[in-house]
């Protein structure tokens, strides 16, 4: 929502809103642009209000503002429907996926700003590189048919409202058990929105990940013009009217919290660069410059002269707000270093690719995760993966589950507990559990105070993780 904010002040529309009471980071966004929200009220109607667009955590006959809105007949946009219909207007490209939505609309964003086409981006977080939750390159990226790119989500369908010309596809595998309960529910929701592709539209899609390989092989068959653009370590070399399109990765050294990679396409320039770690964030790169490249041939521009300026966005990406973010760092009472991050991972693949990524990149700390599970209907799932996705991390702590608005507790036989016995009879070590977050508060400041041996001659690196509010453990213990 802050995002759509952020564009829809920018086209000149006059902005009022409401919200719960509790502080998100969001709130700085929209301080920024001279609002503030209102707390839930049928006031907040007035004769003035042309459109409400509301998120899909409301519903029209509950929330206050909405019942006013439909007494007076005030049209009411779902978030998504009015995503939707911005994206009618531009030459739209849809980022989607099981993961690493986030991070690849922020890469896409970020190589955009270094590039002379007219483009808007939108991301489901605070980007760094953006400021904010969206990002455009000039005053002409206002302008009717230029590029807009927009982080798409897959739950309840909602992408199904964007019309794109373009898609990254990052992944696709069980999640949202509430509204898919197989797997192959969430990969037909991919499926039809890939066909809503035009005629030869492209799609960008992972050859590393299973789930999106069968997904493509599906669109084939009902969609044989399609054109399916792979990248990743498993992609093969393509040609498109003679033009290579090889986005091949080749993985390279980790070294002075670097990740260098080389992309098939780019091989004869040289080597890029990112500062995040892990695997995932190079393939989500890759995606990135995939798409990029495609966007300047669409818009007669040849990507091999633009090397230096993907070379530059990418080094310029430096994450986003609960992803893979540095939250503070300090020296315990023994002179070791601690930093301290967050991140939002909380899908088994997630913390498992994530945690192995800090691994490398962090090579000499000690990797502490304090991980707190993101409703009942996915751990109950994937409680098998769960229990095997923290072999990367030295030591963890867990917590009760963090419950959705649209779960019923009661409907499900698991809690924290259950999830932390799973994780013990996995074998891994050091397991703690504390049902509310603080209470680990002590326990946690006291480990990260040990002395260190020889095998983490660089310090600690503790890690909040989860879509829950454990991030606050985080904060207190910088505090």
């Known amino acids: 929502m802050a995002a759509l904010v952020e564009i829809l002040f920018h086209k000149g529309a006059i902005i009022t809103g409401s919200d719960v009471s509790e502080r998100f980071y969001t709130d700085e966004v929209l301080e920024r642009l001279g609002l503030h929200a209102q707390p839930f009220g049928a006031q907040n109607i007035t004769d003035e209000v042309q459109y409400v667009i509301y998120s899909s955590a409301y519903k029209l006959d509950k929330n206050p503002d909405l ?5 007076r007949g005030v049209p009411c946009l779902l978030y998504t429907q009015a995503l939707g219909a ?5 030459y739209s490209c849809g980022v989607c996926g099981v993961h690493g939505k986030t991070s690849t609309t922020g890469l896409v964003g970020t190589i955009l700003k270094e590039i002379d086409l007219p483009s808007q981006v939108l991301a489901g977080s605070v980007i760094n590189s953006f400021g904010g939750t969206c990002t455009y390159t000039s005053k002409q990226a206002l302008n009717h048919r230029s590029i807009f790119v927009a982080e798409t989500c897959e739950y309840q369908r ?8 373009k898609i990254i596809l990052t992944s696709v595998e069980p999640d949202h058990e509430d509204y898919y309960p197989t797997y192959e529910d969430i990969r037909q929701a991919f499926i039809d929105y890939i066909c809503k592709l035009p005629q030869g539209g492209e799609v960008i899609y992972c050859a590393d990940d299973k789930g999106a390989c069968d997904t ?11 054109v399916a653009l792979p990248y990743g370590e498993s992609a093969k070399k393509m040609s498109l009217s003679g033009e290579n399109v090889d986005y091949s990765v080749i993985f390279g050294k980790v070294e002075n919290e670097r990740n260098t990679f080389t992309l098939g396409l780019f091989a004869d320039k040289g080597n890029f660069a990112l500062a995040m770690p892990g695997r995932h964030e190079v393939l989500d790169a890759a995606a990135a410059v995939a798409l990029v490249c495609q966007l300047l041939r669409e818009f007669g521009k040849n990507p091999l002269d633009y090397y230096e300026n993907i070379r530059r966005g990418l080094l310029n990406f430096s994450g986003g707000k609960r992803r893979s973010e540095i939250v503070g760092r300090f020296k315990n009472k023994n002179g070791a270093d601690v930093i301290v991050l967050d991140d939002y991972g909380h899908h088994p693949t997630a913390v498992r690719t994530t945690l192995e990524g800090y691994r490398e990149f962090y090579k000499g700390r000690k990797i502490i ?4 599970s993101h409703t009942y209907s996915r751990t109950q799932a994937l409680l098998s993966e769960f229990a095997r996705c923290f072999t ?3 030591e963890v702590i867990l917590h009760k589950i963090y419950s959705s608005a649209r779960e019923n507790p009661a409907d499900f036989n698991i809690t924290g507990r259950t999830l932390y016995e799973a994780v013990l009879a996995s074998g891994q070590k050091d397991v703690h559990y504390y049902e509310e977050i603080l209470d680990a508060a002590d326990f946690a400041k006291e480990e990260l105070e040990k002395p260190l041996g ?5 310090g600690y690196l503790f890690i909040t993780m989860g879509a829950g509010d454990n991030w606050k453990l985080g904060k207190e213990i910088l505090k």
Request: hydrophobic share 40%; charged share 30%; glycine share 2%.
């Open 67 to 71: 019942i006013e809105a439909v007494r």
């Open 86 to 90: 911005y994206s009618e207007r531009a």
């Open 158 to 165: 909602h992408f199904m409202s964007f019309c794109p010309q």
């Open 216 to 226: 493509i092989g599906l669109v084939h068959e009902k969609r044989a013009d399609i």
């Open 369 to 372: 995760v304090d991980f707190m």
């Open 392 to 394: 990367a991390a030295d």
């Open 454 to 458: 020889t095998e983490y001659p660089d």
